[in-house]
């Protein structure tokens, strides 16, 4: 999938160095609890090399550079997917995290074209409240998750016609 500066592919073996440096960055995983402990983040990048296999999970990369990794998963709610994404410090606020999620977006529509898509952030990360909006996810509810205050939300993008 290829967007005006974005190109997203399937996660793969060799992409697992940026899931490292984004899992360790106390900058990335500021709104998201911290950087975990070793044991957890062991059983987090197994839980996410399986959604990988599953075509879940993409590597977006800027200029040849692997920038962050956008997932798409299906939520124990049927019908319904989670979107979420990760990308690293040094990209933030150029617009490069909104080309990928919406390459997913469009991925989506053409893949489950019934499903309804949800997303959740800290109420603190403006930066990820401002790309779900403006990709079309709207607030549904308001709650306290992890010690802190938590939206969520619902894309309302365009369906295919």
């Known amino acids: 999938m290829k967007a005006a500066r974005v190109t997203l592919a399937p996660f793969v073996v060799w992409d697992a160095g940026l899931w490292w440096a984004l899992a360790t960055d106390p900058r990335v995983r500021a709104n998201l609890g911290g950087v975990l402990p070793v044991w957890p983040r062991m059983k987090a990048f197994a839980r996410d090399v399986k959604s990988a296999r599953r075509g879940n ?53 053409q893949r489950f074209p019934d499903a309804r898509i949800v997303a959740e952030t800290q109420a603190a ?13 709207v607030e549904t509810a308001r709650l306290t998750r992890f010690g802190a205050e938590q939206i969520c939300f619902e894309w309302r993008g365009a369906r295919p016609g």
């Open 57 to 109: 999970l993409w590597c977006a990369r800027a200029h040849c550079r692997k920038i962050g990794l956008v997932y798409l998963v299906p939520t124990s709610e049927p019908g319904t997917l989670a979107l979420s994404y990760l990308f690293r410090a040094d990209v933030w606020g150029k617009g490069l995290a909104s080309e990928a999620v919406a390459l997913v977006l469009q991925t989506a529509q």
């Open 125 to 137: 990360n403006v930066r990820s409240r401002q790309l779900l909006a403006g990709q079309g996810f």
